[in-house]
């Protein structure tokens, strides 16, 4: 071995003696933050996690640890509205201890809502909304009673109108979410009118005519439909008569329930809709004027 072999040789004997300080300098600090956590310290009391364990399994409870949602006792607030609602734990499984990830209550809860809206056009958090989430005055009365009638199939549609800001769209999501708790077998479609009619002319634009009849099929048939700020879209003669009114009369024919929300009262509409006398716009306003309850909603606000 000549001078420079021996020279090269040392230096990567050093190197990999100062590699091994380095990591054992990593791994204790690795494990003084471990330490610091409250759930790994609870984890290895709990589950007899020995120093061997614990340093074969760093990369499990420093990942808990960055995650840091373990720590966070689950509120509404931060699971749905900051968060996702997923959390990262440990478990031993035989000898060996493993990252398992879950969903919250308030996650598990919403997920469950989810996948029985076909459509929600409307916040995630609004998955959880319930009827006592709404501070009402004493239109309350009025409202519940509509609600309780379309739950009870006394009456099939609800026509619910009132000012901006009122909480029209949360409170129909909230009985919505009631209809499904009462009918886990049932599907609702709840649509912003704008939004849908939108998206039905962009597909017909693009020429994908088939898939704007599947998705006019689901709506005349899914037992819930709600049509969100009604009147918001834009009016012309296929809205009204191949989607408003073919969907409206068809799920009159089979008794399914449709709900509406709007700024405008059913007169007024009519007014947006086109001339009292067109033949079209008599037909659409008589089926909704006996196809519906009309409900006016005063003073009400969300939470």
Known sequence: MNLKDYQSQSQKKVAQELKKIDLEKAK???????????????????????ER??????????????EGETNIACTKEHCVKGGNGYHVGLRRR???????????AFREN???YAAHYLYHDFPDEWLLAKI???????????????????????????????EIGLGKSFTV??????????????????LNTRKLVNDLRDLLFNKANEEVQNILQKLKDIPVLVFDDFGSEKITEWSKEDVVYNLVSERQQQGLITIFTSDFSLAELAQLYGK????????LFSLLKNYTQE?????????
């Open 276 to 283: 009292k006398d067109d033949l079209k716009n008599r037909r």
């Open 53 to 66: 364990e614990l340093m074969t399994h760093l990369g499990e409870f420093l990942t808990v640890v960055d």
């Open 173 to 190: 999501a909230a009985f919505c979410n009631k209809y499904i708790e009462l009918h886990p077998d049932c599907s609702v479609a709840y």
């Open 94 to 104: 035989g000898l060996d201890i493993e990252l398992y990830y879950y969903a919250c």
């Open 132 to 162: 006592n989430d709404i501070k009402v005055n004493n239109y309350r009365h009025e409202l519940i009673k509509g609600f309780k009638e379309v739950l009870t199939s006394k009456s099939k549609s609800l026509y619910i109108y009132g």
């Open 28 to 50: 204790q600090v690795a494990k003084a933050k471990i330490l610091k956590n409250s759930y790994c310290v609870q984890f290895i009391a709990d589950n007899q996690v020995s």
């Open 110 to 112: 919403l997920d469950y």
């Open 295 to 303: 409900i006016e909603l005063i003073g009400v606000q969300t939470k």
